[in-house]
């Protein structure tokens, strides 16, 4: 579904007069990682929807590992449906929230995810056992975990 919402009414002020693009939809997760491993998506689980207002964008869903190949240490990283616009400072650097079924990096543990400006993927950044901010690392997934996000950002 796609359209435009316009004629906003007079709230002058708020929104005014301007037409604002509409649009909403899946995409299929792609899980990729900084090191060069490789992690297969579950085409069961694979598919998350988004909503785009002009350039916010609201996306979110879960998807399955279905297998890791040469896991390699560097940062996960989850497809976004459109480009995280870009900034000069903090502004563009949005958080959502992540929940893992079936992953144990500790006894202790919380993430969040990250879209990252410029690229169009989010990565997880949080703690574990008290650890100072560490990315989540490709080899912490193994086959038949799910990964959740709920995430609003920026777009170009």
């Given amino acids: 579904m796609s359209g ?52 916010l964008v609201s996306c979110g869903g879960m998807i399955a590992a279905s297998g890791v190949t040469s896991g390699t240490g560097g940062t996960l990283k989850f497809s976004l449906p459109f480009a995280v616009a870009s900034g000069s400072e903090w502004e563009r650097y949005f958080s959502g929230s992540c929940n893992f079924y079936n992953v144990t990096l500790g006894s202790s543990m919380w993430f969040v995810a990250r879209a990252i400006p410029g690229g169009s993927v989010c990565q997880f950044t949080g703690s574990v056992d008290g650890s100072p901010y560490v990315d989540l690392a490709d080899t912490a997934i193994a086959s038949g975990d799910r990964i959740s996000i709920g995430l609003q950002y920026i777009t170009t």
Avoid: H, K, Q
Wanted: one cysteine or more; glycine letters at 16%; aromatic letters at 8%.
């Fill in 4 to 55: 435009l919402i316009n004629s906003a009414g007079s709230r002058s002020g708020i929104i005014g007069t301007t037409e604002l693009d509409y649009e909403e939809g899946t995409w299929s997760v792609v899980l990729t990682t900084s090191g060069g491993g490789t992690i297969s998506v579950n085409t069961s689980f694979n598919i998350c929807s988004y909503i785009r207002i002009g350039n």
